[in-house]
């Protein structure tokens, strides 16, 4: 066996370290960390922006990457590699032409109500189209709008970026480009672009999600 010769005083560990303490949590997670939660398993002294950048360099043109998800960090296989790895994930319903355009609006519209979303479409969302997004966890409740009836609004999630490649939700397509790939309707209004999303100023956060139903929308 391996003699541990590894130091856990938080003092005494040295720069390269440090770096191997970060990728190994990076490693071990299945979910982007971001640099607070790196940070707290090293020296306050510690420059994690440096560690980043190392742990970056030494990737390049490896079988895996360091990825940034919004402002977390992950490993994932290499762009030019993944077309031959499958991706291990949870078993997801394919999604009705319905769900895609609620989850686009959601993504372009973000902090965004049902009701803003159907008017957005022109029709009525189903309660379970909602669901559906939740559940796959490519959507969350954010809060509540600050307006009469204080209505749940909905955004999307670190898994959605994740799941889509994209480093920060202002990476997205125009909408005239997921037109044309068939996933949105022709008839959607041509205004739903990034920088549309609303601000979070009149949004109340809510501390206690799993307590909310969501189909009745309390």
């Given at each position: 066996?391996?003699?541990?010769?590894?130091?856990?005083?938080?003092?005494?560990?040295?720069?390269?370290?440090?770096?191997?303490?970060?990728?190994a949590?990076?490693?071990?997670?299945?979910?982007p960390?971001?640099?607070?939660?790196?940070?707290?398993?090293?020296?306050?002294?510690?420059?994690?922006?440096?560690?980043?950048?190392?742990?970056?360099?030494?990737?390049?043109?490896?079988?895996?990457?360091?990825?940034?998800?919004?402002?977390?960090?992950?490993?994932?296989?290499?762009?030019?590699?993944?077309?031959?790895?499958?991706?291990?994930?949870?078993?997801?319903?394919?999604?009705?032409?319905?769900?895609?355009?609620?989850?686009?609006?959601?993504?372009?519209?973000?902090?965004?109500?049902?009701?803003?979303?159907?008017?957005?479409?022109?029709?009525?969302?189903?309660?379970?189209?909602?669901?559906?997004?939740?559940?796959?966890?490519?959507?969350?409740i954010?809060?509540?709008?600050?307006?009469?009836?204080?209505p749940?609004?909905?955004?999307?999630?670190?898994?959605f970026?994740v799941?889509?490649?994209?480093?920060?939700?202002?990476?997205?397509?125009?909408?005239?480009?997921?037109?044309?790939?068939?996933?949105?309707?022709?008839?959607?209004?041509?205004?739903?672009?990034?920088?549309?999303?609303?601000?979070?100023?009149?949004?109340?956060?809510?501390?206690?999600?799993?307590?909310?139903?969501?189909?009745?929308?309390?």
């Amino acid at each position: 066996m391996k003699e541990n010769n590894f130091d856990n005083s938080k003092a005494s560990i040295s720069q390269n370290d440090q770096l191997r303490i970060v990728e190994a949590l990076l490693f071990a997670s299945s979910d982007p960390l971001d640099k607070k939660t790196l940070s707290e398993k090293l020296p306050e002294n510690s420059n994690i922006d440096e560690i980043i950048n190392r742990l970056e360099d030494i990737y390049q043109n490896r079988g895996l990457e360091l990825k940034k998800v919004g402002n977390k960090f992950m490993f994932k296989t290499a762009e030019d590699l993944s077309f031959i790895m499958q991706r291990e994930a949870k078993a997801q319903k394919k999604l009705s032409k319905a769900a895609i355009e609620t989850l686009s609006i959601i993504a372009y519209h973000q902090p965004v109500t049902r009701a803003e979303i159907e008017d957005i479409r022109g029709v009525n969302v189903s309660p379970g189209t909602i669901d559906t997004l939740l559940q796959m966890n490519w959507i969350k409740i954010k809060g509540r709008r600050k307006v009469l009836g204080n209505p749940i609004v909905y955004g999307t999630t670190d898994e959605f970026l994740v799941h889509f490649d994209l480093e920060n939700i202002k990476d997205l397509p125009e909408m005239k480009e997921l037109k044309s790939m068939g996933l949105l309707d022709n008839n959607l209004p041509p205004d739903l672009y990034p920088e549309n999303i609303i601000n979070d100023n009149d949004i109340e956060e809510i501390d206690a999600i799993n307590s909310i139903e969501v189909d009745g929308e309390i």
